[in-house]
């Protein structure tokens, strides 16, 4: 890769969003602390750097919806789609003490390894399944690497097989905008994704309520 300057850099372009390791190592001689151009953000390129963010969120917040605002000409749409829809409350990945606390220990609860010994047996099925229908020529991600995590989430919360595809499209949808900046199909697409996820959490979790089970939820 041919230096460049790096208050020029398109986090958005898809050559960045491909391969941006040559970048993050011209960070790490030239501007270790790098902000994102055109972003109210930084690159913290090296190690001791890292540490010194996470252990700091009074200076280093992780609470942020800093997202470039949708195109104009998707944005009526937008807004109709999440009319009624509950609102985004922040959790563990954008969130800060004392908030992210409360929120590490619930989880941590429900991630103990007694809690998930249940699971090792799906996964070791699903794997083994995965593994005897692998092509003789293929995509180890799209054979193995999504449909494994994608599979395991829907025995984590309680979900059948019917939705794996859903979850696969919904953790798309949820993650769409970190790190880039989707065009308006890919926002409108995402967010009709997202209103399914919704109505059908919602659907799950009062069944749940009236019938508990085994699962994480």
Not at 189 to 206: I, N, W
Request: glycine content about 6%.
């Amino acid at each position: 890769m041919n230096a460049v300057e790096l208050s020029r850099l398109d986090v958005d372009d898809p050559v960045f969003q491909r391969n941006p390791y040559p970048w993050y190592a011209q960070m790490r001689r030239e501007a270790p602390l790098c902000p994102v151009p055109g972003r109210d953000l930084y690159f913290a390129a090296t190690m001791n750097l890292a540490r010194e963010v996470l252990a700091d969120p009074a200076r280093f917040s992780s609470r942020t919806d800093k997202r470039p605002p949708p195109p104009p000409e998707v944005r009526e749409q937008l807004a109709r789609l999440r009319e009624g829809r509950p609102r985004t409350i922040h959790t563990l990945l954008n969130n800060d003490p004392p908030d992210h606390d409360r929120y590490r220990r619930m989880v941590n609860r429900a991630f103990t390894p007694r809690a998930l010994a249940w699971t090792a047996g799906r996964v070791r099925a699903v794997a083994e399944e995965l593994v005897a229908a692998l092509p003789d020529e293929g995509d180890l991600v799209r054979h193995l690497a999504v449909p494994l995590p994608v599979s395991t989430i829907c025995g984590v919360l309680g979900l059948g097989p019917e939705h794996r595809d859903q979850v696969r499209r919904w953790t798309t949808a949820m993650t769409l905008s970190v790190g880039a900046s989707p065009g308006p199909e890919a926002l409108l697409s995402g967010e009709h994704d997202r209103a399914e996820f919704d109505a059908v959490m919602a659907h799950e979790c009062a069944a749940r309520r009236r019938h508990p089970g085994d699962d994480l939820r």
